[in-house]
Nanobody
Framework: QVQLVEPGGGSVQAGGSLRFPCAAS????????MRWSRQAPGNEREFVTA????????YYSSSVKGRFTISRDNAKNTVYLQRNSLKPEDAAVYYC??????????????????WGQGTQVTVSS
């Protein structure tokens, strides 16, 4: 079965950095786009970043732009989210997703076909 594999979680002091992968497993797929979202307890899930696999189109939410970076490793079929200058408000469960259809709006969650299980990020003061 195809799935997106994320690490179990990460914890960092405020101002620190975390880099998490999201890797497709099960079979080789042609990925059109990857997306990260996050959800804190009691809050709605929010968009964080999205990229086409060729990196022609990349989007970041205003709250993370300049601090977070999305990147890809084609050989490993993996996307990475680098989180720098982490703030307490960045603490959340982070979800990655993969889309396989072209011509989609890559920031929209309902355009994605495969979802990771979520990764807990904690940020301490």
């Amino acid at each position: 079965q195809v799935q997106l594999v994320e690490p179990g979680g990460g914890s960092v002091q405020a101002g620190g950095s975390l880099r998490f992968p999201c890797a497709a497993s099960g079979r080789t797929l042609r990925t059109h786009a990857m997306r990260w979202s996050r959800q804190a307890p009691g809050n709605e899930r929010e968009f964080v970043t999205a990229t086409t696999w060729n990196a022609v189109s990349i989007y970041y939410s205003s709250s993370v732009k300049g601090r977070f970076t999305i990147s890809r490793d084609n050989a490993k079929n993996t996307v990475y989210l680098q989180r720098n200058s982490l703030k307490p408000e960045d603490a959340a469960v982070y979800y990655c997703a993969a889309a396989f259809r072209p011509g989609i709006t890559i920031t929209r969650a309902n355009n994605y076909d495969l979802w990771g299980q979520g990764t807990q990020v904690t940020v301490s003061s």
